[in-house]
């Protein structure tokens, strides 16, 4: 599976910005796709993940609320939508997929490369 991420960018705080995923290589309808992120200095954190059909999504706390996934299966692909951005946003955001429902972050076996966003005060 290929996995090409963007939408990534420079926003003020209180911003949005819509991160897209392109998945490739395997029938896209199959498989749980999730976010991760990864700010400076620190460990790759999971967001969120969304079930083949669409219909469950589940998010950690920290973005609950203010991002939400998606996908639409006809055009393989996953989407984060991210609203009232703040600083600590700022991380390069990877695409992850697996076959596996539910991951909580666990066992994503695909990644992408990443997209930056950066969140400026």
């Known amino acids: 599976v290929q996995l090409q991420a963007s939408g990534g960018g420079l926003v003020q705080a209180g911003g949005c910005l819509r991160l897209s995923c392109e998945a490739s290589g395997r029938t896209f309808s199959s498989l749980v796709m999730g976010w991760f992120r990864q700010a400076p200095g620190k460990e790759r954190v999971f967001l969120a993940e969304v079930h083949w059909s669409g219909a469950r999504t589940y998010y950690v706390d920290s973005v609950k609320g203010r991002f939400t996934i998606s996908r639409d299966n006809a055009k393989n692909t996953v989407y984060l939508q991210m609203n009232s951005l703040k600083p600590e946003d700022t991380a390069v955001y990877y695409c992850?997929?697996?076959?596996?429902?539910?991951?909580?972050?666990?066992?994503?076996?695909?990644w992408g490369q990443g997209t930056e966003v950066t969140v400026s005060s």
């Open positions: 992850v997929a697996t076959s596996k429902w539910p991951s909580r972050g666990f066992e994503f076996d695909f």
